[in-house]
């Protein structure tokens, strides 16, 4: 079957570092992504792994290990604005090429 | 990074009417465009793939002829809700691949629907 956990809520404090973790079992994989969608609002595009290791990009960055379909997003310095959820996403090209969504992480940052 | 544009983003209507959404990539030529739905506190659902020039390809327990989807061009994809009822009520949300390779897909804005 295909599965993606992510834990469900996190708090951290402004200023701090917080790691989400995402875990993945899936027939096939092409690659992984993070996006952050703040409530009401559309999803928006934060990473793409398909190699292992890690990627920064500014505050954010993601991890890949596909020998062990694990991911992780770090942020870093966190602000509040950075208090949305936090989607893990696995791209499976034989899968008629959709995404396959994990359930999110609400990451509430707290001054 | 590659637009698309969804409207409207706030529909309320009466139980019984139908309700047009529309999608549009507007700096890329979009062959397949994706609509979600997601309830409150909810991940993505994926309700069905929009395929320029064909049917859409819709997931499993999706009514198709409730849930409507015309692609009639490369940059504009519409749902249509027939009939709405109450528990159509959600955020409706589309998207599209620019054709890069590393599949990424671009959200629109979302549209949340009301039904009374």
């Known amino acids: 079957g295909q599965n993606i956990d992510q834990p469900t809520e996190m708090t951290a404090t402004e200023g701090a570092i917080v790691q989400i973790n995402c875990t993945y079992q899936?027939?096939?994989?092409?690659?992984l992504f993070w996006y952050q969608q703040h409530a009401g609002e559309a999803p928006t595009f934060l990473s793409y792994?398909?190699l292992d290791g890690l990627e920064e990009k500014g505050r954010f960055s993601s991890f890949l290990s596909r020998s062990k379909g694990y991911s992780y997003l770090l942020l870093k310095e966190l602000q509040m604005k950075d208090s949305a959820s936090y989607l893990c996403?696995?791209?499976?090209?034989?899968?008629?090429?959709?995404?396959?969504w994990g359930l999110g992480t609400s990451l509430a940052v707290n001054p | 990074g590659a637009v698309v544009s969804q409207h409207p983003s706030r529909v309320i209507c009466k139980s019984g009417t139908s309700v047009k959404i529309e999608c549009r990539s507007l700096?890329?030529?979009?062959?397949?465009m994706f609509w979600y739905r997601q309830f409150p506190k909810q991940s993505l659902m994926l309700m069905a793939t929009?395929?320029?020039?064909?049917?859409?390809?819709?997931e499993q327990g999706v009514e198709k002829d409730k849930f409507l989807i015309n692609h009639a061009s490369l940059t504009l994809s519409t749902l249509t809700v027939t009939s709405a009822h109450p528990e159509d009520s959600s955020f409706y949300i589309c998207?599209?691949?620019?054709?890069?390779?590393?599949?990424?897909?671009?959200f629109g804005s979302g549209t949340q629907l009301s039904v009374l």
């Open positions: 792994n398909v």
């Open positions: 929009s395929n320029e020039g064909s049917k859409a390809t819709y």
């Open positions: 899936t027939s096939g994989f092409n690659g």
């Open positions: 700096d890329f030529q979009a062959t397949t």
């Open positions: 996403a696995v791209f499976n090209a034989g899968n008629n090429r959709k995404l396959i």
């Open positions: 998207s599209a691949r620019d054709g890069a390779p590393n599949e990424k897909l671009f």
